[in-house]
C-alpha cells in the first residue's frame, strides 16, 4: 500500500498556478529527501524537483525559474508550487521520498488548459 497521498492538482489556465501537497508518514519523510516527478501522456516519467531534510533544493531544466519545492517537517508535507504553468507541464504528478522504488504516491492529475 502507498504511504505517500498527493493532493492539489487540477485545471488551470496557462500562465496560471497549483500548489501540490505530498503527506508522508513521519518516520519516511523526517531522515529523507523528497522529490516530485511526472508523467504525461505517451512519455515516460521524469524527475521535476527535490529537497533535501535540511531544505536544499534543485530542479529540472523544464521547470527551473517557475516551481518551488518546499517541505514543512511539522506537518510531514512535502509542496510543490507550481507557477506561470504552460500546456506541457500537464502530467500526473507523483512524490516520493529517499528515491526509492517502493515509495510513491498515488498521484495526482494536474491539466493546463485554456
Known amino acids: 500500500q502507498v504511504q505517500l497521498v498527493e493532493s492539489g492538482g487540477g485545471l488551470v489556465q496557462p500562465g496560471g498556478s497549483l500548489r501540490l501537497s505530498c503527506a508522508a508518514p513521519g518516520s519516511i519523510f523526517s531522515r529523507h529527501v523528497m522529490a516530485w516527478y511526472r508523467q504525461a501522456p505517451g512519455k515516460q516519467r521524469e524527475w521535476v524537483a527535490a529537497v533535501t531534510n535540511t531544505g536544499i533544493t534543485n530542479y529540472a531544466d523544464s521547470v527551473k525559474g517557475r516551481f518551488t519545492i518546499s517541505r514543512d517537517n511539522a506537518k510531514n508535507t512535502a509542496y510543490l508550487q507550481m507557477d506561470s504553468m504552460k500546456p506541457e507541464d500537464t502530467a500526473v504528478y507523483y512524490c516520493?521520498?529517499?528515491?526509492?522504488?517502493?515509495?510513491w504516491g498515488q498521484g495526482t492529475q494536474v491539466t493546463v488548459s485554456s
Open positions: 516520493n521520498a529517499g528515491f526509492r522504488a517502493t515509495w
